[in-house]
């Protein structure tokens, strides 16, 4: 049985490891790798088809906890324990539940003190005591709700009747658990490491000129110490930079993987004539960015970019955090639209982003003859793909990858300068 600290609005756990609020998914993901011989039961849950519309949950079934995830920032929002048999707790050091010692109303009181009256919920049967960043829920018989007065911290209970015992406790930021959202990443969290903010892709004429970066650094002294908001560093890499100018912008990458074979080669006019290099280009890996860059092998110098979203239910899922990009495009000109008179308003250029549906945008940017690209993952070691298969598809420089579910699971921006040179 595990037995953890409750700390109010940021954290549940012990001195070996702690889940604090606002840390990624895939930090949390790291804790339970590490404690997989004390954390055992583990479900992930998410919506498949709306993977936006319900939050992203870690279940602790054999533990009776929840963490519950922010869907579009994949940061932590509350931390549940639903089960308070299977888990013992303290605050401050001092135990209030475990197989001794009851989470009783009275227990709760003397554990935490005096707080604001508590709500009760008609629909669920449940008394709902709040304390800053804290709520535990107890179940009421309905009989009870004739002597309750809204406004009163308790509920009046006839004599010899039973207290009620805590049936589930969250944490969370703020005053109220059903507006709260998770904070920004706390510093602790950080590890030496750069996180991105947002991101803005730089084109110019309808070609993509570079990424614009807004990233988030663990602050230094006096600052990390007060965990003061951040703002953000710009950085900006561009198509033809070095790898030196992307390790000075960006910072060592997570990983280096050099490219065995392209498989996507096949797709190019005059595929056969393309000599296979003896060198190989290679990847520059930004795990906490959700970023890849390419580098061309004989110059060194970028050649793409690959951007992750980092949604459930993708092969990569995980492996990647999210990169919220912005991408606006104008409608490319054909010799139709030139020919429209001068007095016709242009079209407004869309906006893309890492929550953009391609069956909303696909009208806009594909010819009605345009054909995808069927795209089958697997790895070296495990030839089955749980997640079934995604549909690429090609607009000016840039290819998207679209799941089942018609989110886009990444998007490729390529030199278009060196890939015609290729197809020469």
């Known amino acids: 049985m595990l037995e953890l600290e409750v700390v109010p609005e940021r954290s549940l756990g012990n001195e070996q490891w702690e889940f604090v609020l606002g840390m990624s998914f895939s930090q949390a993901v790291h804790i339970l790798q590490q404690q997989a011989r004390t954390i055992k039961g583990l479900q992930v849950l998410y919506s498949d088809l709306n993977p936006l519309a319900m939050d992203l949950v870690i279940n602790l079934s054999q533990d009776g906890i929840r963490l519950i995830f922010d869907p579009m920032v994949q940061r932590l929002k509350i931390i549940e324990v639903y089960n308070m048999n299977k888990v013992k707790l303290k605050y401050c050091g001092i135990p209030f539940n475990s197989l001794e010692i009851l989470p009783t109303f009275e227990q709760i009181d003397r554990s935490f003190g005096a707080t604001h009256p508590g709500v009760y919920d008609e629909t669920q049967q449940l008394f709902v005591l709040n304390f800053r960043g804290l709520a535990f829920s107890f179940p009421v018989d309905s009989k009870f709700q004739l002597w ?28 109220n658990l059903n507006d709260t959202k998770p904070p920004s990443l706390p510093d602790c969290c950080y590890y030496n490491h750069c996180y991105l903010d947002h991101l803005d892709v730089i084109r110019d004429d309808g070609s993509t000129i570079g990424l614009k970066l807004y990233l988030n650094v663990e602050g230094v002294g006096r600052r990390r110490l007060m965990e003061t908001p951040k703002q953000p560093v710009i950085r900006i890499v561009k198509f033809g930079d070095t790898c030196q100018e992307v390790n000075t912008a960006l910072g060592s990458p997570s990983r280096v993987f050099y490219k065995a074979e ?66 606006v495009l104008s409608k490319e000109r054909t010799k139709s639209t030139e020919s429209v008179s001068l007095d016709v308003s242009e079209k407004p250029p869309h906006i893309i982003t890492a929550f953009t549906k391609w069956d909303s945008i696909q009208d806009f940017l594909l010819k009605p003859n345009a054909q995808p690209v069927i795209l089958n993952r697997s790895s070296s070691t495990n030839t089955t793909n749980p997640f079934g298969s995604t549909i690429c598809h090609g607009y000016q420089d840039m290819i998207f990858e679209v799941m089942q579910n018609k989110h886009i699971a990444s998007l490729t921006l390529y030199h278009q300068r060196r890939f015609r040179a290729e197809q020469s």
């Open 148 to 175: 309750y007065t809204p406004g009163r911290g308790a509920l009046p209970f006839p004599n010899g009747s039973p207290s009620p015992v805590v049936s589930k406790m969250s944490i969370y930021t703020g005053n």
């Open 262 to 327: 392209d498989k996507m080669k096949i797709h190019s006019p005059n595929a056969h004539k393309l000599v296979t290099s003896r060198s190989s280009d290679y990847f520059y890996n930004y795990f906490s960015l959700g970023l890849d860059v390419l580098f061309d092998a004989k110059t060194h110098t970028v050649t793409k970019f690959i951007l992750h979203t980092n949604y459930p239910g993708h092969y990569n899922f995980n492996m990647y955090y999210r990169c919220d990009f912005k991408i």
